[in-house]
């Protein structure tokens, strides 16, 4: 075969003028030429393991022809002869050794990025006479880069970058020959040593990678040779060193970053030639001196960065003319004097870093009109001044730091206009007068911080608005009042310490990471939501009177009053107006032991300020009123709207007792979950009962129904909730017209709302909750056809301290499997219940065994649309795996 090839390579040129011959002879040529090289990738495929072989199906000699051009990944010249190999982002682990380069005399283009090739860079890829373009990133390459690679005289484009266990030095002999090289990317490799200056024989370099190495010494002079350099990463080594003032001659420099080195020495002022630069990245050095005032002839400039350094002196005025600056971080150098004024002109800036420094200036002059900007942090500096109203026109501004400054003055209410703020730091300032409402719009805040200032005044009930608030800490001021019981249940860290605050611990602050309310005045129980925690009692100390189960601290219950907790839902009526529910204790009744009372209060904000909230009032003398609902509701009013529970007004029974429905005075709707008299007196009835108060009290969420309120006496137990339109799931699936209205959205989005409530309850919620009696029933709807998982009265709190064990409860169907044998509670039996109800709102009911092609509730034509189906398929693969019969297997929520 081989002596074959010999023979027609050598005829062919001896017979091109004969047209009818030499057409013959090509075609032998370029098969002799071809089967060479199909023979070099079939024995590479060879050595590959048999999966990653299976890869390359198009990689086979079948047919009649022996030509490997219309293999996958493989490019011919007109000859038939391959001039490309580019395999990129196929998973191979082979080696390149194994590729027999000698047999690919035209190859041009190599690229084998992200092909999981190991082993060493093979020294007869010097073969590769004509290779262009070389691509061997993202491999597990080792060893160091052979000499050979020199050979390849005409390499444009030459990346091996990302090969992390490539070693050794870079040696000067590679770049004698590349003189055609434009980019080379040699970064995230294992280089160490320092760059060779020869490296300025590469005169037609544009992009230059050495980044995230390990070189070290200096910065070759000779780089100042490159001035077709358009890119020049040093970033991230060793190197120790002046900046040349070479650097200037590259003026066709754009990006340049030289950061996290270990660079000495002054900025120099030659830079200010490379006037085409839109980055420039000299952070995490050693840098010293002044910012030269040249910068301001770089007009590109997009992003400075030079945080890190000990930059000192001011800021060159100049710097305004950067008037397309987006990102400036000057961080963490002695930088002084003021700098504000020169940013008023740069529109464009996004970023602005200039905390840690020792910038001196008045905040008030600070503010131009910024529409783009969106981080700021001026934090621990000498900035003084009040802050300007003009805040409120930077309308992207998502954090905003400027702690540890001299602020003085009052908090503009103007910062209610920064609706995007996630991110508020204005603490360890001089900042006087009250937190403004505003506050309350800023409905993205996740981190608010205005500790150790002068604040007085109350924490605005606004702040209740702030629903993604993770982090507050106002501690170390003079603020006054009661701490708002509606703060949202996402706190995690909360911080309120040293403040005059009064009142009780509201109950909403349940499942918070870290919390501190010491040095204030407040008395009453810490709940216990909170005593779960374990918090330190140092958290506590320091108030006017708590009581509670933490250590240190006296019971709540020696003294003959009762003190029960109520949930606490934010209600928002359609004028806006808030109804909050208020928490209270009463002292038990002679004749009646405990009752409770919860009440609903209309107020304003200004009405709190002035009058004090009112406690359920007394009716009928001794009968402790229930409900005061809009300021006007009773439990006379319940009585009334049901007339005494009468039968007409049942619309169901739950896990037990019956549920009515309740129109109040006010026109709200509301349900009520009554036990019945001989039901009253079962202790597990009660049991129930008071674990579903126990449970909806500590947790809320959007897909789990609201608990408005209860009454838990002996002669009347009932629990007062959120009222659903459209009943239970499972009514709703077995009514006709209800079924068809129920499209596929309105399933799959029913589906992830029980996912979200179960998720929320299993993972969000400590301990654990487990509901153990999910199924179709339970899950109520809402006019707009929201789920809301109800009916908590078998729910358990997985409490790792104590067994759990248990006896079987839930709904026969939607019990997981392991009950039967093992009695042990995991939220994986949530898990199974959730499939079942998952297949049963596909199906339309529930069915002993599944056919996945009748899976489908049939009243509903298939889902049309691609994006719909995917949603119903993958929602099917769910419920499958939720119910498989292993729990250990079976997907958390
Ligand atoms: C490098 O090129 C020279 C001359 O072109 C050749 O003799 C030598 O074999 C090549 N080296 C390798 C390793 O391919
Ligand atoms: C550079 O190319 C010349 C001529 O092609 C060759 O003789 C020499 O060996 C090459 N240098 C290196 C270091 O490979
Ligand atoms: C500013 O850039 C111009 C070219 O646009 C150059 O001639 C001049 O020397 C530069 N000035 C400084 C101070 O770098
Ligand atoms: C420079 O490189 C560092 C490290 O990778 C990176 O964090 C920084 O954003 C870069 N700076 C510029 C201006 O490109
Ligand atoms: C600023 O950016 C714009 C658009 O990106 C560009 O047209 C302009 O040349 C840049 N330079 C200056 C100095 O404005
Ligand atoms: C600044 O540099 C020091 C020392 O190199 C390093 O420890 C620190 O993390 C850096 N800080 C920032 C903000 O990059
Ligand atoms: C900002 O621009 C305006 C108008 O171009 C100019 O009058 C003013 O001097 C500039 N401000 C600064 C601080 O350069
Ligand atoms: C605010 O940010 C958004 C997205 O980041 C951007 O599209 C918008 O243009 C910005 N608004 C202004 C006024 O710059
Ligand atoms: C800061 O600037 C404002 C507005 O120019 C001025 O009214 C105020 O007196 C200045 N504050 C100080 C402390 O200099």
Same mark, same amino acid.
């Given at each position: ?21 030499? =057409?013959?002879? /090509? ?34 000699? =079948? ?60 020294? +007869? ?66 280089? #160490? ?61 754009? $990006? %340049?970053? %030289? ?47 030079? #945080? ?44 602005? $870093?200039? $905390? ?30 009040? %802050? ?37 730091? %204005? ?6 007068? @009250? ?9 993205? *805040?996740? +981190? ?137 204790? =009463?002292?038990?009744?002679?004749? /009646? ?32 009123? &229930? ?64 674990? @579903?108060?126990?449970? *909806? ?12 309120? /209860? ?13 659903? @339109? ?10 006709? &017209? ?6 596929? &959205? ?16 299993? +993972? ?74 998952? *297949? ?9 065994? &599944? ?43």
């Amino acid at each position: 075969m081989s002596s074959n090839i010999q023979l027609s390579m050598a005829s062919s040129s001896s017979l091109l003028l004969n047209v009818v011959t030499w =057409s013959t002879i /090509f075609l032998s040529f370029a098969t002799s030429e071809s089967s060479s090289e199909a023979q070099a990738l079939l024995d590479w495929k060879a050595s590959f393991n048999e999966f990653e072989q299976s890869n390359l199906r198009s990689w086979s000699m =079948s047919g009649r022809t022996s030509s490997p051009c219309k293999w996958f990944g493989i490019i011919c010249n007109q000859a038939g002869s391959v001039t490309g190999i580019s395999l990129s982002e196929m998973i191979l682990y082979g080696k390149l050794d194994d590729l027999n380069f000698f047999s690919f005399p035209n190859l041009v283009r190599l690229s084998l990025s992200s092909c999981r090739l190991c082993g060493a860079i093979p020294a +007869h890829i010097g073969a590769l006479s004509k290779l262009t373009h070389l691509d061997l990133s993202g491999n597990d390459f080792f060893g160091k880069l052979p000499l050979a690679l020199a050979n390849l005289t005409q390499i444009v484009e030459l990346d091996i970058s990302k090969n992390y266990y490539i070693e050794g030095e870079l040696d000067p002999r590679l770049f004698t020959n590349w003189t055609k090289l434009t980019s080379l990317q040699l970064q995230s490799t294992g280089l #160490s040593g320092s760059i060779p200056s020869e490296i300025g024989n590469l005169i037609n370099l544009v992009q230059l990678d050495l980044s995230h190495n390990k070189l070290s010494g200096s910065i070759p002079l000779t780089l100042g040779d490159l001035s077709s350099l358009t890119t020049l990463f040093l970033h991230s080594n060793q190197l120790h060193s002046l900046i040349p003032s070479k650097v200037g001659n590259l003026k066709n420099l754009v $990006q %340049l970053n %030289l950061s996290y080195n270990n660079l000495i020495g002054p900025i120099p002022p030659a830079i200010g030639n490379c006037n085409n630069l839109v980055q420039l990245g000299l952070s995490n050095n050693f840098l010293s001196g002044p910012i030269p005032y040249t910068i301001g002839n770089c007009s590109n400039l997009s992003t400075l960065d030079l #945080s890190n350094n000990t930059l000192s002196g001011a800021i060159p005025p100049a710097i305004v003319s950067c008037s397309n600056l987006t990102n400036l971080d000057l961080s963490y150098n002695t930088l002084s004097g003021p700098i504000l004024k020169s940013l008023t002109n740069c529109t464009y800036l996004h970023t602005i $870093q200039l $905390q840690g420094n020792l910038f001196v200036d008045n905040i008030t002059e600070a503010y131009g009109v910024h529409p783009y900007l969106s981080h700021i942090d001026l934090s621990y500096n000498r900035f003084y001044g009040k %802050l300007s109203p003009d805040l409120g026109k930077c309308p992207n501004l998502t954090s905003l730091q400027i702690q540890g400054n001299d602020i003085s003055g009052a908090i503009p209410d103007e910062l209610g206009w920064l609706t995007e703020l996630q991110y508020l730091d %204005l603490s360890s300032n001089q900042l006087v007068g @009250e937190i403004p409402l505003g506050i309350g719009s800023l409905s993205y *805040l996740r +981190h608010l911080d205005l500790s150790r200032n002068k604040l007085s005044g109350p924490i605005p009930e606004e702040l209740e608005n702030c629903s993604n608030l993770k982090y507050l800490r106002l501690s170390n001021n003079y603020l006054i009042g009661k701490i708002p019981s509606q703060l949202d249940s996402n706190l995690v860290n909360l911080n309120l310490s040293h403040n005059n605050l009064s009142g009780t611990i509201p109950y909403s602050l349940s499942n918070i990471a870290s919390i501190d309310l010491s040095y204030n005045d407040l008395e009453g129980p810490i709940p216990d939501s909170i005593t779960l925690g374990y918090y330190p009692p140092e958290a506590f100390s320091n108030n006017k009177g708590l009581c509670g189960k933490a250590k240190g601290f006296p019971s709540c219950f020696s003294s003959p009053t009762a003190i029960v907790v109520s949930p606490t839902p934010i209600v928002k009526t359609k004028k806006g107006h808030k109804v909050m529910i208020f928490v209270t204790a =009463s002292l038990c009744n002679a004749m /009646f032991l405990a009752c409770v009372i919860v009440g609903f209060l209309l107020f304003s904000r200004r009405k709190m300020r002035n009058t004090q909230i009112g406690i359920g009032k007394k009716k009928n003398g001794d009968l402790l009123s &229930i409900w005061n609902y809009d300021g006007t509701i009773a439990y006379e009013d319940i009585i009334k709207a049901t007339e005494d529970f009468d039968i007409k007004y049942c619309i169901g029974t739950g896990g037990y007792g019956s549920v009515y429905r309740a129109e109040l005075p006010t026109g709200k709707t509301v349900a009520l979950k009554k036990l019945n008299g001989l039901e009253g007196e079962d202790p597990a009835y009660q049991k129930s009962f008071k674990t @579903e108060i126990r449970v *909806l009290t500590a947790i809320r969420h959007r897909n789990i129904v609201k608990l408005h309120g /209860f009454c838990s006496h002996q002669r009347c137990m009932f629990l007062v909730y959120e009222y659903m @339109e459209r009943g239970s799931l499972f009514c709703v699936l077995r009514t006709e &017209i209800e079924a068809a209205e129920l499209d596929w &959205i309105k399933r799959v989005n029913i589906i992830k709302g029980v996912a979200h409530a179960l998720s929320y309850m299993h +993972h969000d919620c400590t301990p654990p909750i487990i509901h153990r009696d999910i199924s179709s029933s339970n899950v109520l709807l809402d006019s707009e056809l929201q789920a809301y998982v109800s009916d908590f009265g078998t729910a358990r709190l997985l409490d790792p301290d104590s067994s759990n064990q248990t006896i079987l409860v839930g709904t026969y169907g939607y019990i997981a499997p392991e009950l039967a044998y093992s009695m042990i509670v995991t939220e994986k039996n949530d898990v199974y219940s959730f499939g079942v109800v998952t *297949l049963e709102t596909l199906m339309g009911s529930v069915a002993k065994t &599944i056919m996945l092609n009748d899976v489908l509730d049939p009243r509903l034509s298939p889902p049309a649309d691609q994006l719909v189906a995917q949603d119903v398929v993958s929602v099917v693969m769910l419920a499958l795996a939720c119910l498989r019969s292993d729990p250990r297997s079976r997907p958390t929520m």
